[in-house]
């Protein structure tokens, strides 16, 4: 059923609307304007009426311009030919590589049934002690990386990218710079993670509305290998992009805005992109990291403050840092308990001491008198920032655990640890 | 009634506007023919002949024209036996049965019965033949696990009825006949042991409400002691995010001692509602030896299902609450959480684009919030059986603020405030309820004077504390030391409580009003300290006790043993009594 219309009523933004009928909600058309073809998404229909999305956006369409209805919603090819390839918003090949156009899938379907899921029970290595150590993650949790613009989170990104022990990784960028576009492709190309990596690019520069397909395009990539078994980590930055653009539609399209421009249903927008995060009972699983930029290092802004609500926890990264304080991994519970022995303890351990410094320091910058305890906490916490939290630090967890009892035997008495004497019976490293 | 159809004329993320042909009532179920299937909407407003209709499914591939049926019902739930151990999507739809027909996914347009249709139940006929009965009156009764499970006269039969026929005791189906009823007028009335009741009209079969005044136990400390739930009341828990709004509801659907928990999990995480799903069969409920699962209602509604299912899953669980009410049982409702309840009210409104009120959540907003939490309450049933409904719900309020519509509209209708803190769960002080903003307007388990004074120590405390930060521990005199010591003990061996802990997960109220009397005695005490430094030591070494004491099993031989040890401690090293006081410690005494 492909109908054709040459006759564009209104424009306004990005988005256009033209009478038709036996049109259905969330149908795609090609609109073909004296620049080119672009694909227009149905997002509302009133009489006769349909408004349509324009992916590349409405500058330089005009009211004459040819309206072709395709008849199907938004498609995405999925086979293994995708590992390796390099797409952008719309699905089509950025690599200079053929376009796909066999096994067409759906994209954004239906939810996952609660009762198909399991608990989530096996961690992700990173190689990031900050990750692997303290703030554990999981399988199939969906987790945002709080950080403001100028910090490293593109750059953290790619090294999980290239280390952590999954099958499949698939990348979604909204919004991204070009250089970081770059950047990604050629780490991921020099690190030979490539051949595991698929790419969903929308940057900065491409038409707004093809951002919001990303999120959407990644994931139901990444849900069909997560079926065939495959265990999938999703990495989408940034997010904020993301919201950002569901504003710019939503006034577009004369909606009530509800807090700072956002629309009504930021959260149920963002909700059913995390919540794609899955451990199927019997398949693969996802795994979500990302990245949301807070406007004006604000964790209240409704972009965090909602996601926050909809992720197993957060990780903050300040100051080129993960922060201990602040970050949790909600699910690391479930399985840092099998992993080493000594690893919460660890854990625990350090962060307390870590606090204690802190403390130190506040006392030092106001001018108190520095007691011997206070010196050593110091110290310990000069190696903690370099050793463990410095994100060149790259170490699988094991080390990481040991590497944290030689900091502890090098700056405390074992009592001062407040561990537990049994563990520092078996782990406190012997000095020679 | 004539058959009212309707055509599609628009359509608008999850709501559509149809044109209608015949008569329909607001918040008539409507079905959209899409292909072969069917999909479920509910009438939110009428227009002439045009009807707006919220569409519980994904609205993708829905065009101009397509065909509308009306069901000339109201969004309603089945009740009858089965009910309990069931988990349910918003619309009753049981979620184990739809993954078994359809697989992972949550396929549109399914709907299957929510009870079991073929399972027999051990019917005992209670209502001799010619006996009047009407509304809500029992017929007879099954066992449905561990509680005798009414067989009712269908709440939405009006007047009175005498019984015509009722089955003889033996083994039933919910669609079998078990009773005949006729009324005045001569119409004969078949009464299974299933009918359906819209979710949006409370349940008022009941003689006469009460005021809610007897306490229910969660077995928090901080809740029974200083912030009590009655039976029948509402509570409400707001708090920013990750600072353990579900943990506290979970633990609480755990513990609490009531009946029945219908557990609303209602816009939040599906990793969530899958702890509880698998965990709940496996843990045993100390009240009665059985699984938890037996006495539990998952209804379950996650971020990522349709949102106006949301909106519907509320009263989906309130209304299976009021049933189970109507049999004389002690129900919870924990709905978690009520703010994404309100943000489906709050899409649906600008779909139809109502004037917006604060943060564009529609005027009607705190109507509806007083509404919903006006369903819990105390009742005295025809039968002299009484029966509660109790209703927590949590609030995740934008940006953790608590200045903002759907808190304070929850505010207003609710007898007790439990707030949460990120400045305590930051701390990890669990559970995280500020002891100083919350409040509850329900008697507790502790003497009211004892916790009266125990909040002054804390405000006492609080405040010694924030002067601390600017003239350093130097510049505070003992006296507010010691009081500052005070409630900071208080907060770590009586506020905080350890969830994982076996022992001090669940605190009984004797255990309560035991371990607090003591408390009572460190606070009224006035201490032998010539130092900030031996007084920090004496605390310490206070706290550890205590916290040895929390770990030990009630009325356990080690239990008694660190009791002595305590008073022995503060027999040396209490000289007097704090004047403030006196009268409290002399009443007390008198009292035992």
């Known amino acids: ?432 | 009634m004539t058959e009212a159809t309707g055509k599609v004329v628009g359509v608008n993320g999850n709501m559509i506007s149809v044109d209608v042909a015949g008569n329909i009532a607001l918040n008539e179920v409507g079905y959209v023919r899409l292909g072969d299937s069917r999909l479920k909407a509910e009438v939110i407003r009428i227009r002439g002949s045009r009807a707006e209709l919220q569409v519980f499914e994904m609205t993708r591939g829905i065009g101009i024209g397509d065909e509308v049926e009306f069901s000339h019902e109201l969004l309603a739930v089945q009740l009858g036996p089965g009910l309990l151990g069931k988990v349910y999507d918003g619309l009753q739809n049981p979620l184990p049965e739809l993954a078994e027909k359809c697989g992972f996914f949550l396929d549109r347009g399914v709907y299957l019965d929510p009870l079991p249709r073929a399972q027999k139940w051990e019917f005992t006929p209670k209502a001799a033949k010619n006996t009047r009965v009407s509304a809500g009156d029992t017929i007879g009764t099954v066992p449905e696990g561990i509680f005798e499970h009414r067989i009712m006269v269908p709440f939405f039969l009006p007047g009175e009825y005498t019984v015509a026929s009722i089955v003889e005791k033996g083994a039933y189906s919910i669609t079998d006949t078990v009773a005949e009823l006729v009324s005045p007028d001569g119409t004969t009335i078949p009464v299974t042991m299933v009918f359906e009741w819209p979710v949006k009209r409370p349940i008022t079969a009941y003689t006469n409400r009460r005021r809610p005044t007897e306490p229910m136990i969660t077995k928090v400390r901080l809740i029974d002691t200083f912030f009590p739930v009655a039976l029948g009341g509402t509570y409400c828990i707001p708090g920013p995010f990750g600072a353990g709004k579900t943990v506290l509801q979970q633990i609480t659907s755990r513990h609490a001692e009531v009946d029945i928990v219908i557990v609303a999990a209602c816009g939040e995480r599906a990793g969530e509602v899958v702890e509880t799903l698998v965990e709940f069969p496996e843990l045993t409920d100390p009240r009665t030896g059985r699984s938890l699962m037996e006495r539990t209602v998952i209804i379950c509604n996650t971020s990522s299902m349709p949102v106006a299912a949301r909106e519907a899953s509320v009263y989906t669980a309130v209304t299976i609450a009021e049933y189970y009410r109507q049999m004389g049982l002690n129900v919870l409702l924990l709905a978690d959480s009520t703010s994404r309840w309100a943000q489906a009210m709050r899409e649906m409104s600008g779909r139809l684009e109502e004037i917006p009120g604060e943060e564009a959540f529609p005027a009607y907003l705190e109507s509806v919030i007083a509404g919903f939490y006006e369903r819990a309450g105390v009742v005295e049933l025809r039968d002299g059986s009484v029966g509660s409904v109790t209703i927590g719900g949590t609030v995740s309020p934008a940006g953790g603020n608590f200045e903002e519509p759907v808190t304070q509209a929850t505010l207003k209708v609710v007898g007790a405030f439990h707030g949460l803190s990120r400045e305590r769960s930051d701390a990890r002080k669990y559970p995280a309820i500020h002891p100083l903003d919350s409040w509850s307007k329900y008697p507790g388990a502790v003497e009211p004077e004892l916790t009266e004074y125990a909040r002054k120590v804390l405000f006492n405390g609080n405040e010694v504390g924030q002067m601390m930060k600017v003239v350093g521990e130097e510049g505070t005199s003992l006296d507010d030391f010691v009081g500052y010591l005070k409630s900071e003990f208080l907060d770590a061996i009586y506020l905080q409580q350890n969830s994982f802990d076996p022992v001090d997960a669940a605190v009984p109220t004797e255990r309560q009003r035991h371990v607090f009397k003591l408390i009572f005695r460190v606070f009224s005490g006035r201490f032998k300290l010539a130092t900030k430094d031996e007084a920090r030591t004496l605390f310490n070494e206070l706290q550890l006790k205590f916290r040895d004491w929390n770990g030990a099993e009630w009325n356990s031989d080690d239990f008694s043993r660190i009791e002595t040890d305590i008073n022995a401690a503060l027999d040396a090293s209490i000289e007097g009594i704090e004047h403030d006081a006196e009268s409290l410690v002399a009443q007390t005494r008198k009292a035992e």
Request: hydrophobic residues 40%.
């Open chain 1, 1 to 432: 059923m492909r109908k054709v219309y040459n006759k564009i009523e209104e424009i306004s933004g990005n988005v256009i609307t033209v009478a038709a009928d036996g049109i259905r909600y969330g149908d795609l058309a090609v609109v073909t304007s004296r620049y080119g073809e672009s694909l227009a998404e149905v997002i509302r229909l009133s009489g006769e009426k349909v408004s349509l999305q324009v992916f590349s956006g409405g500058r330089g369409v005009s009211t004459g311009d040819e309206v072709r209805f395709l008849g199907h919603p938004m498609q995405v090819s999925f086979s293994d030919n995708l590992l390796g390839r390099i797409f952008d918003g719309g699905g089509r090949p950025r690599d200079g590589g053929p376009a796909l156009h066999e096994d067409l899938i759906e994209i954004g379907g239906p939810s996952v049934n609660p009762s198909k899921r399991i608990i989530p029970r096996n961690m992700i290595r990173t190689g990031i002690p900050m990750i692997d150590l303290f703030n554990t993650l999981v399988e199939s949790q969906k987790l945002p990386i709080f950080s403001v613009s100028g910090e490293p989170y593109n750059p953290l990104l790619a090294r999980i990218a290239m280390q952590a022990e999954v099958d499949i990784i698939v990348l979604g960028g909204i919004g991204l710079k070009y250089d970081d576009y770059l950047y990604f492709r050629e780490t991921l190309e020099s690190g030979g993670a490539l051949s595991r990596t698929i790419f969903f690019v929308h940057t900065a520069s491409d038409p707004i509305v093809e951002s919001l397909l990303v999120p959407d395009i990644s994931l139901a990539v990444a849900e069909k290998f997560a079926l065939q078994g495959k265990r999938v980590l999703v990495l989408l930055t940034d997010m904020t992009n993301f919201a950002d653009a569901m504003k710019e539609i939503a006034i577009t399209m004369e909606q009530v805005p509800s807090n700072r421009g956002y629309p009504g249903d930021l959260y149920s927008q963002l909700a059913s992109r995390y919540e794609k995060a899955v451990d199927f009972n019997g398949a693969g699983s996802i795994t979500i990291l990302g990245a949301t930029t807070m406007p004006g290092d604000d964790v209240t802004h409704p972009v965090p403050d909602n996601t926050g609500y909809i992720t197993e926890g957060q990780y903050y990264l300040r100051n080129g840092r993960i922060e201990p304080f602040g970050s949790l991994s909600r699910l690391k519970q479930l399985v840092n308990d099998s992993t080493r022995l000594d690893h919460r303890a660890i854990m625990d351990g350090m962060i307390k001491l870590y606090a204690a410094y802190k403390e130190s320091l506040e006392k030092k910058s106001m001018g108190f008198r520095m007691s011997e305890w206070d010196s050593k906490l110091l110290a310990y916490g000069e190696i903690f920032e370099r050793e463990m939290m410095d994100l060149s630090v790259n170490i699988p967890l094991e080390r990481a655990l040991d590497r944290g009892w030689e900091i502890l035997s090098e700056c405390f008495e074992p009592a001062e640890t407040g561990l537990r004497t049994e563990l520092i019976k078996e782990f406190w490293p012997t000095k020679e």
